[in-house]
């Protein structure tokens, strides 16, 4: 149930049966390579979001379509939000939510800069109401139980390359320009024996840092990885198993129960 495509009473129907369970998708608005179209992460988001809703009954709110992307303003049309007002809207948003019986607070997020922001709110939520929170890594999902072999020799599965491209031909064509995809430059090492390996972090020896650079300062097109050999099939068989274990995950959370006062 898309809680914006239904009424209050809808809403208040569903709680009263005894559902208390709400998926909470956070997109973007950035860029995302020559090919991509920047609303390509939220379309993706709200899309998996809402398909797990109707798998399995639980509400849905509508995608959030502005995060905390500073790794990329130098590219015109990305919209950033700050982290400190990223936290205050979802923590003001789940306390909405919250006011009104939800108790189990799922965030699908497919921007790794939320983490933090989400794991506030739902901190916030536990003290104030008893709630659960939790999240879902969608591309950290797609890369571990999508189940392709990528063909892309350099990051398959790093910004605007293979795994998202084909993810996109797959969901929302109409925001992929197949005429548009070039093939990247090896990505920019920042010194000697400091490798290059994707945003903000660089691998030195057996380990690796966080080195707080722009997508720019590396991949000056916006593109970490090559995605020529992207495809709509490829795409199709990450979805549908990306799908079928967030459904799964989705119904587990719903049963979570943490001890009170935590």
Not at 69 to 94: K, R, W
Not at 131 to 143: E, K, L, W
Not at 216 to 236: C, E, I, T
């Amino acid at each position: 149930m898309r809680i914006d495509h239904v009424t209050w009473r809808d809403v208040a129907a569903y709680l009263k049966a005894g559902n208390d369970t709400v998926l909470i998708p956070s997109g973007s608005t950035e860029q995302y390579g020559p090919h991509l179209a920047m609303g390509t992460e939220t379309r993706i988001v709200e899309a998996i979001a809402t398909a797990v809703g109707e798998a399995t009954g639980f509400a849905v709110t509508p995608a959030i379509p502005v995060n905390y992307t500073a790794m990329f303003l130098d590219f015109p049309g990305v919209m950033n939000a700050s982290l400190p007002t990223l936290e205050a809207l979802l923590t003001e948003a789940a306390d909405s939510l919250c006011g009104a019986g939800f108790r189990h607070l799922l965030f699908i997020n497919i921007h790794a800069a939320t983490v933090g922001p989400m794991e506030a709110a739902s901190r916030a939520m536990r003290r104030r109401h008893g709630a659960v929170g939790g999240y879902i890594d969608v591309f950290g999902t797609m890369r571990e139980v999508g189940g392709v072999a990528w063909e892309a020799k350099q990051a398959p599965t790093g910004h605007a390359a293979e795994m998202v491209t084909s993810v996109a031909l797959h969901v929302c064509p109409e925001l992929v320009f197949l005429d548009r995809i070039e093939a990247p430059p090896p990505l920019r090492d920042f010194a000697p024996g400091l490798r290059t390996v994707a945003s903000g972090k660089v691998a030195h020896g057996k380990s690796s840092f966080a080195l707080f650079s722009d997508i720019s300062d590396y991949a000056p097109s916006g593109q970490q990885g090559d995605a020529r050999a992207a495809s709509a099939a490829k795409g199709r068989t990450v979805w549908e198993n990306t799908l079928a274990w967030m459904t799964g995950a989705a119904k587990a959370f719903a049963q979570a129960k943490l001890p009170p006062g935590g």
